[in-house]
């Protein structure tokens, strides 16, 4: 089984920890990872953002970047999400105006190789209990694409509760949006950051420690809410959590 870690833009360029705790734990499970380099973005913010045509291009170098890989797992439900729901829709909207199938053969390799995290380790390893150790206080947040696209379910809290040290505590409001939605943050500061606002409080007064979620980009937009509303609580991805062990805590 030949698997390769999709790193995103997010997590490359802001919270390269993510992708290393993806590889320390893949690797715990006997997994061996690789790395193609040429790969980069998905192009979701392009295609949320109406560019579709310019999106073209990177579906391409996904595909050809994974071609030699069994499965593709990329810490981000928003990323998958992308690849999955929206590739499909790219290929299938090129082939309509008469530019052949090349787009649509590229999505079609590229989907069904393509997964989440979590869904990798339960569906894919068949494992839910990863061996990991984080003694604290953990409350968790399904981000959209995680919860509406992915269909996730509860797969994330399974992999937390077996967790050891982990005390896992429910968020009120939980499935409601942190108020990130990517480009929707810069259109629509104002109804993002409100959302934010009240996604934040709700999280402080579970009395957690941590807040776990599996998208760094919901992770970054809670974690300023947090930090600005005063809250000690700190936001961390579920990788992290998950490659934690007694001696190594991420």
């Not at 833009?9 to 790395?35: H, I, K, M, S, W």
């Not at 947040?141 to 994330?156: A, F, I, M, S, V």
């Not at 949006?177 to 009240?198: E, I, L, P, Q, R």
Request: hydrophobic share 40%; glycine share 10%; aromatic share 8%.
């Amino acid at each position: 089984m030949r698997v390769a870690l999709f790193i995103t833009c997010v997590n490359d360029t802001l919270y390269p920890r993510t992708g290393q705790a993806v590889v320390t734990l893949l690797e715990r499970l006997g997994v061996d990872v690789g790395f193609p380099t040429e790969q980069s973005c998905c192009g979701q913010a392009q295609f949320n953002t109406g560019y579709r045509h310019e999106t073209e291009p990177l579906v391409r170098r996904y595909a050809a970047a994974f071609r030699d890989y069994d499965y593709v797992v990329a810490p981000s439900g928003s990323c998958a999400a992308m690849v999955r729901d929206n590739y499909p829709r790219i290929g299938a909207k090129a082939a309509a105006e008469g530019r052949g199938q090349e787009l649509a053969d590229a999505a079609a390799s590229a989907v069904p190789k393509t997964y989440e995290l979590t869904e990798f380790l339960t569906d894919i390893l068949k494992v839910t209990d990863v061996g990991a150790y984080y003694p604290h206080t953990v409350t968790y947040h399904p981000t959209c694409h995680g919860l509406r696209l992915l269909h996730l379910g509860d797969r994330p809290r399974t992999l937390l509760a077996a967790v050891q040290g982990l005390n896992l505590v429910e968020l009120p409001g939980a499935e409601e949006c942190c108020g990130f939605g990517g480009t929707f943050a810069v259109k629509n500061a104002a109804v993002s950051a409100a959302m934010g606002a009240d996604k934040a409080r709700n999280i402080t007064g579970t009395g957690a420690e941590a807040v776990c979620t599996v998208d760094n980009s919901c992770q970054m937009h809670i974690g300023g809410t947090l930090a600005r509303q005063g809250s000690t609580v700190r936001p961390v991805h579920i990788a992290e959590i998950l490659a934690s062990t007694e001696g190594n805590i991420w």
